[in-house]
């Protein structure tokens, strides 16, 4: 979905558009369910400790090893002392730079530092503020109507297989986790479903959990999002930036048919998705059981 020079908006408009996407909503966050971990905070609603899932052998992912998040650039005080109790010692972050200028960077607990992998988003974000700002329901409805905004989302799926600056980035958040001497470790995004789903799914199904299990921990994004984007949604129209902001709704939430796209495209490049763990990032049989024996038990 390229933009042209004549469709790029002005920096106020933009402003205007950046604030409703990213000002914090407070919201009623769900309840924890079965094994998943949610780690309620006020200033990010999509934290979750990768614990619990259970694996074909019948063991469980160990609790307090890996946790996977949205942005942190809006924690409170409180969260950051609640963050302070995972007793993390990397905190990685997916984020291209753009989306830390326009978002902040992380708070964290004195003495981390987030570690920059930018994993590309094909500039869905800076599009999106462009396509929100220019307040124009046919132009909107254009870029995002259609099925083109699922398309877009697919697109950005296939990348996470197909571009080898994006796999880097997912191979050395999963030998991080891998590593013996090494501590609990934190992974996000900016929404924290798509890369962060994605890293996700991979190390559950690196660890032995069955495909439907790591699926079903995907989609519990929308669960988790759902309130904060509804809010959201009614924000865009009430600042007037857009008629019909249920367009939003296809990049908002994480869909099946994303998650499917990718798979394919690994299968297509790769043989599957174990030929995309060993080849495609590169994962070699020792670094695949450090990950199994750190996180399951």
């Given at each position: 979905m390229p933009l042209s020079r004549r469709a790029l908006l002005s920096t106020a408009a933009l402003s205007v558009a950046g604030a409703a996407l990213t000002t914090p909503v407070a919201v009623a966050r769900p309840s924890t369910r079965g094994a998943?971990?949610?780690?309620?905070?006020?200033?990010?609603?999509?934290?979750?400790?990768?614990?619990?899932?259970?694996?074909?052998?019948?063991?469980?992912?160990?609790?307090?090893?890996?946790?996977?998040?949205?942005?942190?650039?809006?924690?409170?005080?409180?969260?950051?002392?609640?963050?302070?109790?995972?007793?993390?010692?990397?905190?990685?972050?997916?984020?291209?730079?753009?989306?830390?200028?326009?978002?902040?960077?992380?708070?964290?607990?004195?003495?981390?530092?987030?570690?920059a992998r930018p994993v590309s988003d094909l500039g869905l974000y800076a599009q999106l503020l462009q396509i929100i700002g220019s307040k124009d329901p046919v132009k909107q409805e254009e870029w995002l109507g259609g099925g083109r905004a699922e398309e877009l989302m697919r697109r950005i799926y296939r990348t996470f297989v197909t571009d080898p600056a994006n796999r880097g980035q997912f191979a050395a958040t999963l030998r991080d986790l891998a590593g013996a001497n090494r501590g609990p470790l934190l992974y996000h995004c900016t929404s924290g479903k798509d890369r962060t789903g994605w890293t996700s799914y991979l190390v559950l199904r690196a660890v032995g959990v069955p495909g439907t299990v790591a699926e079903q921990d995907y989609l519990l994004s929308n669960t988790y999002r759902a309130e904060a984007d509804r809010k959201l949604r009614e924000q865009v129209k009430a600042l007037g930036l857009m008629q019909n902001p249920d367009l939003l709704i296809p990049v908002q939430e994480v869909r099946q048919n994303y998650l499917t796209a990718a798979l394919d495209q690994a299968s297509q490049d790769f043989g599957g998705l174990g030929g995309y763990l060993r080849s495609g990032l590169g994962l070699d049989a020792a670094t695949l059981l450090g990950l199994r024996s750190r996180l399951v038990g």
């Open positions: 998943v971990r949610h780690v309620p905070l006020h200033g990010a609603v999509n934290v979750r400790d990768l614990g619990g899932c259970r694996t074909y052998d019948g063991e469980s992912v160990r609790y307090g090893r890996a946790f996977r998040a949205d942005e942190l650039g809006k924690l409170t005080d409180a969260d950051v002392s609640v963050l302070a109790t995972l007793a993390l010692t990397r905190v990685v972050d997916f984020r291209v730079p753009f989306e830390v200028e326009r978002n902040g960077p992380d708070r964290l607990p004195a003495g981390l530092t987030p570690l």
